[in-house]
């Protein structure tokens, strides 16, 4: 089955920096790449999504780019804000069945 | 965005005792539910997926007859877990796919559990 490695564990930025967060997937037949942000006690959000069939995606501040040959994804978040420090998720699947998450990361951003 | 709402949020029972928990796709129909459970400071672990009308399929080590899941309708999912115990407290969440061949999953908010 799928496994879903997620890099760092936990991230701490200035306010105003970057921050990138890294996965990898094992299995080749997925093909829809989630992100989701977590806040304390909360369920998941999704904030981006990429599929197999694009190579980078972008939505305001937050970015994912995709390398399908080396099968991995990630997370570029630009100009970050203090309400942005949240627990993230990268997740992958096919079409169709569960997401497995990876660990998550813990993102701080200090003012 | 499609909404996925859990009831109850957050639930003390007795060991020993039963609590049941829905999960309900708002505004789409949800042909396949998927249920997570989630430590504090862990990942979302899977647990089952729910196909509507059929008996639901459980991840290794996740005991059917424990967690008990049914999906009688395309916008109910419930779990219920029976005979709880103390280390049954977790946050259990839904998910919910919309359509058919829809491959966005839209999360609820997730519900506490406490067993005392």
């Known amino acids: 089955g799928e496994n879903v490695e997620q890099h760092p564990s936990t991230l701490s930025v200035q306010e105003g920096d970057s921050a990138v967060i890294k996965c990898t997937y094992s299995?080749?037949?997925?093909?829809?790449f989630p992100w989701y942000k977590q806040e304390l006690g909360k369920g998941p959000q999704l904030i981006i999504d990429?599929?197999?069939?694009?190579g980078e995606k972008k939505d305001q501040r937050i970015a994912v780019t995709l390398n399908k040959t080396a099968k991995h994804f990630s997370l570029h978040i630009t100009e970050t804000q203090p309400e942005d420090s949240a627990v993230y998720f990268c997740?992958?699947?096919?079409?169709?069945?569960?997401?497995?998450f990876g660990k998550g990361t813990t993102l701080s951003v200090s003012s | 965005g499609a909404v996925v709402s859990q009831h109850p949020s957050w639930v003390i029972c007795k060991s020993g005792t039963s609590v049941k928990i829905e999960c309900r796709s708002l505004d789409f129909q949800a042909t396949t539910m998927f249920w997570y459970r989630q430590f504090p400071k862990q990942s979302l672990m899977l647990m089952a997926t729910s196909n509507e009308g059929s008996k639901a399929t459980y991840e290794q080590g996740v005991e059917k007859d424990k967690f008990l899941i049914n999906h009688a309708s395309l916008t109910l999912s419930t779990l219920t877990v029976t005979s709880a115990h103390p280390e049954d407290s977790s946050f259990y969440i839904c998910?919910?796919?919309?359509?058919?061949?829809?491959?966005?999953?839209?999360f609820g908010e997730g519900s506490w559990l406490t067993v005392v």
């Open positions: 990429i599929r197999s069939n694009v």
């Open positions: 998910s919910a796919r919309e359509g058919l061949s829809g491959d966005t999953i839209y």
């Open positions: 997740a992958a699947n096919q079409a169709g069945t569960a997401l497995i």
């Open positions: 299995d080749s037949a997925s093909n829809y």
